[in-house]
């Protein structure tokens, strides 16, 4: 069972690791946000590869449970991961606000010196 | 004391801007623009156009009236934002917001400015609540609005009664505040509170509500459930951030 397991463990961490960087290829991922997924790919599959050794490190740690250890590793991963998206949408959010309101005056000055913009009419709720 | 402003107004020659934020009023903005420019036609008005989807902005246009249409809606206090942005790089001394669905009425303009020409304020908020007609909220709305006009109240330290009024005006100063850091959501306790705390002089004048001349409003069952949460978090992280500031300035 266990030798079944660290090969799960390996290839869904290849597979992960070759999708990141398939995504960064495609320029669908900034490397910049592909730093955090890689760095999870990696780690994962140096456990795989390195299945008895990471349980024997963190036994010496007290932990019993290295199922158990490794779900709460990956859910503070995960909590990270949403908690800096949070803030990057929040900031991404002031930044697009700003461009609009621009977008807006400078369009109206355009309008007063007779640049023949007109307001939208496509203009869509977000 | 009209004629303290009439006399004031006219020795200081302040500039005075109308803004008026405006979602889908088509049936609404004539209404609105011919009682302003009746009413105090030496201030200049702008239209923020928050994306509207219906006939908004060219009805403005028509009038003659300055529009600045937001490609995109943002929200009433990204729209009144554009505004007091509008006004402060344009040099107006004065800016007042009042809505575009016709609650307000144009002939209280006046009484929001005189005390800002008088130098007695920086900031007037119009109260729906203080002497003349009682306005009539829904309950729970009704008591949201007491709670955060008496938290107002309390960490001002002056009588505040109506914390959610859009119709108000501000000076030059408040300007230069509010176009760089004002709620995108719902401005209210929270953005007088940090006002106050800035140490600009709050004041209230009596102002009678009208109801919608025609539409809905934009205020859902999802926002009324977000709005007292929100709030709540944004006076505390003001309270926090002035506690912070003061320690690092007193040392």
């Not at chain 1, 697009?96 to 007063?112: C, H, M, P, T, W």
């Not at chain 2, 705390?197 to 809905?216: A, C, D, K, N, Q």
């Amino acid at each position: 069972m266990k030798g079944i397991s660290q090969i799960v463990v390996i290839v869904v961490s290849i597979f992960a690791i070759l999708f990141i960087v398939e995504l960064v290829r495609r320029k669908k991922m900034k490397e910049k946000h592909s730093l955090f997924w890689l760095s999870a790919g990696m780690l994962s599959l140096g456990v795989g590869i390195f299945f008895n050794t990471y349980g024997d490190i963190i036994r010496t740690f007290g932990v019993t449970e290295p199922g158990i250890f490794t779900l709460f590793l990956g859910f503070s991963f995960l909590f990270i991961v949403t908690l800096y998206q949070a803030v990057q949408i929040s900031k991404q959010s002031e930044d697009v606000k700003a461009l609009i309101q621009r977008v807006g005056i400078l369009q109206s000055e355009l309008l007063e010196i007779g640049a023949g913009a007109t307001p939208r009419e496509d203009a869509t709720q977000v | 004391m009209e004629e303290k402003f009439t006399a004031i107004e006219l020795a200081m020659e302040s500039k005075v801007l109308i803004i008026v934020p405006a979602y889908n009023e088509e049936n609404n903005i004539c209404h609105v623009l011919t009682d302003v420019r009746r009413e105090v036609p030496s201030a200049d008005v702008v239209v923020i156009d928050d994306g509207s989807v219906d006939e908004t902005a060219n009805i403005v246009i028509r009038q003659g009236v300055k529009v600045i249409s937001l490609p995109v809606n943002v929200g009433i206090g990204g729209a009144v934002q554009t505004g007091f942005k509008y006004a402060f790089e344009r040099g107006y001394d004065i800016a007042v917001q009042m809505d575009g669905d016709g609650q307000h009425d144009a002939s209280e303009i006046k009484k929001l400015i005189v005390p800002i020409i008088n130098q007695e304020a920086d900031v007037v908020k119009g109260s729906r609540y203080l002497g003349g007609p009682e306005y009539n909220a829904p309950l729970m709305r009704r008591v949201g609005m007491i709670l955060f006009a008496k938290i107002a109240s309390l960490i001002l330290g002056q009588r505040i009664t109506d914390t959610t009024s859009g119709f108000w005006a501000v000076n030059r100063k408040v300007l230069k505040v509010l176009s760089r850091d004002y709620p995108t959501d719902f401005p209210d306790a929270d953005n007088l509170i940090y006002l106050g705390l800035l140490g600009f002089r709050i004041y209230e004048v009596p102002v009678h509500m009208r109801e919608r001349l025609s539409g809905t409003s934009t205020i859902t069952f999802f926002k009324s459930l977000y709005y007292p949460f929100k709030l709540l978090l944004s006076i505390f992280t003001i309270l926090l951030h002035n506690f912070i500031e003061g320690r690092r300035i007193n040392k």
